[in-house]
C-alpha cells in the first residue's frame, strides 16, 4: 500500500472490541490498513486508498451504531513524507 496517497483517519475503539475492529476489516480487502498507535490501545490509525473511502466510512457509521467506534476523525496524512 502506498502510504503516501492514502487518507488517513483516527478513531477512538472500546478497547475490549478492538479484535473485533481489526478481524472485521481485514476480512474485506483493500479497504483500509489499521494499527493501533503506540502508547494508545484504544485508539487505532487507517490509511485508506481513496477509492475505498466511501466502503470505510460505511464501515465506520456500523460500528458506531453499536457503539464500538467512540469518535473517528480525518486527519491529514502524518505519513507523507515533507521536503
Given at each position: 500500500?502506498?502510504?503516501?496517497?492514502?487518507?488517513?483517519?483516527?478513531?477512538?475503539?472500546?478497547?475490549?472490541?478492538?479484535?473485533?475492529?481489526?478481524?472485521?476489516?481485514?476480512?474485506?480487502?483493500?479497504?483500509?490498513?489499521?494499527r493501533?498507535?503506540?502508547?494508545?490501545?484504544?485508539?487505532?490509525?487507517?490509511?485508506?486508498?481513496?477509492?475505498?473511502?466511501?466502503?470505510?466510512?460505511?464501515?465506520?457509521?456500523?460500528?458506531?451504531?453499536?457503539?464500538?467506534?467512540l469518535?473517528?476523525?480525518?486527519?491529514?496524512?502524518?505519513?507523507?513524507?515533507?521536503?
Open positions: 500500500m502506498d502510504t503516501q496517497h492514502c487518507l488517513y483517519y483516527q478513531a477512538g475503539v472500546k478497547r475490549e472490541k478492538t479484535w473485533f475492529v481489526v478481524g472485521a476489516l481485514r476480512n474485506e480487502d483493500h479497504v483500509a490498513f489499521e493501533a498507535l503506540e502508547n494508545q490501545q484504544d485508539t487505532l490509525e487507517f490509511l485508506v486508498p481513496p477509492s475505498q473511502e466511501n466502503n470505510f466510512l460505511q464501515f465506520i457509521a456500523q460500528l458506531q451504531q453499536y457503539g464500538v467506534v469518535w473517528f476523525e480525518k486527519q491529514p496524512n502524518r505519513f507523507i513524507k515533507k521536503s
